[in-house]
Antibody, heavy 120, light 108 residues
């Protein structure tokens, strides 16, 4: 069971970036998927979730209206489209899998993270 | 939205100690709470879900308890590998899944 994030890099404020997370080793289309971020030296911040079939998506207040989570079950991937990036979006971004397929109980599989740096 | 607080934010302990971390919710979340351990530079690891259920493979020295608004994570017999930062997370279905601010457990 593995998650591998990619797409993080250094970008300027106001620009866009798309992160990807490739899943393997489990029935991807059975599970909700989350993005969680961690700014340098700070705690964990929940960013977004997408239901197993993509029909429901929710966002944290700090990214709502700027970030979009999506998934491609045929390719076992989840994405985070980040627009209008701000300096405060600088963080390591993790994707994570829900423990249970039926309802949220916790996040049991995490990727290694991908680093996004927003700087002029 | 539910807000989570943790106490203490930092604690210093010795190998073999029993330590307890508290997580409080701004409103009742039943037992929809998970606990994670994060070591420096690593991804978080799920320890406890549904407030008190030990995740597979997690040592039995870890235990969780509580319901409603107050929860606890206890480590009985702290081991060298347990020095890390611990986070609680509310998982009470949608639309938000906030984390607590974290508790760093350091070596005395």
């Amino acid at each position: 069971v593995q998650l591998v994030e990619s797409g993080g890099r250094v970008v300027q404020p106001g620009t866009s970036l798309r992160l990807s997370c490739a899943a393997s080793g489990f029935r991807f289309n059975d599970y909700g998927m989350h993005w969680v971020r961690q700014a340098p030296g700070k705690g964990l911040e929940w960013v977004a979730v997408i239901l197993y079939d993509g029909t429901n998506r929710q966002y944290g207040d700090s990214v709502k209206g700027r970030f979009t989570i999506s998934r491609d079950n045929s390719k076992k991937q989840v994405f985070l489209q980040m627009n209008s990036l701000r300096v405060e979006d600088t963080a390591v971004y993790y994707c994570a899998k829900e423990l249970h397929s039926s309802y949220p109980t916790g996040l049991d599989v995490w990727g290694l993270g991908t680093t996004v740096t927003v700087s002029s | 939205d539910v807000q989570l607080t943790q106490s203490p934010s930092f604690l210093s302990a010795s190998v073999g100690d029993r330590v307890t971390i508290t997580c409080r919710a701004s409103q009742s979340i039943s037992t929809y709470l998970a606990w994670y351990q994060q070591k420096s530079g690593k991804a978080p690891k799920l320890l406890i879900y549904a407030a008190s259920t030990l995740e597979s493979g997690v040592p039995s020295r870890f235990s969780g308890g509580g319901s409603g608004r107050e929860f606890s994570l206890t480590i009985n017999g702290l081991q060298p590998e347990d020095f890390a930062t611990y986070y609680c997370q509310q998982v009470n279905s949608y639309p938000r899944f906030p984390f607590g601010p974290g508790t760093k457990v350091d070596i005395k």
